[in-house]
């Protein structure tokens, strides 16, 4: 599996498009299946290049989710982190704890985590579409296969 890091302050989810959502009661993970918007072009003819991706948020706690105004496409427009603290838990895990707040045109969902892995499954060309279909994308998964994104600061 090959690995990369990216700063949060780069990290851009607007516009990407939830499939499905998940949880792991063992491992305290929240999972998203996405298409992660990984390049964008707007001259011209706008065109993207998108990933099928796998987010799992660590050690999660807290999870509200309000979708108030659901439909069957939830968009991403903001993914916001904020007030580092050390977590609940800090003699079993490292780093800081945030709170996070994903909203969506649909509403918002929010929760405590201590970081943010992004497994990005398969990657399209460039095409004019933001999203894909299920057959394109291979369906839904919350599959760790892939490169992996972790946050680094």
Known sequence: MKKNS??????????????GFGFSEDNFELYFDI???????????SSFVLA???LVFKNVHDLKIDLAH????????????QNPCPPKNAKYVSGFEYDWTIETINGCISFKSIG???FIRNITPYGIKSE???TERGGISFSKDGELLSLID
């Open 116 to 118: 943010l892995d992004i």
């Open 132 to 134: 894909l279909t299920l």
């Open 70 to 81: 659901f439909n069957l496409a939830i968009i991403i427009d903001d993914v916001i982190r």
């Open 35 to 45: 298409d992660f918007v990984k390049e964008c072009e707007l001259e011209g003819n």
């Open 6 to 19: 990216i700063l949060f302050s780069k990290l851009n989810l607007t516009e990407s498009k939830i499939y």
């Open 52 to 54: 099928s991706s796998t």
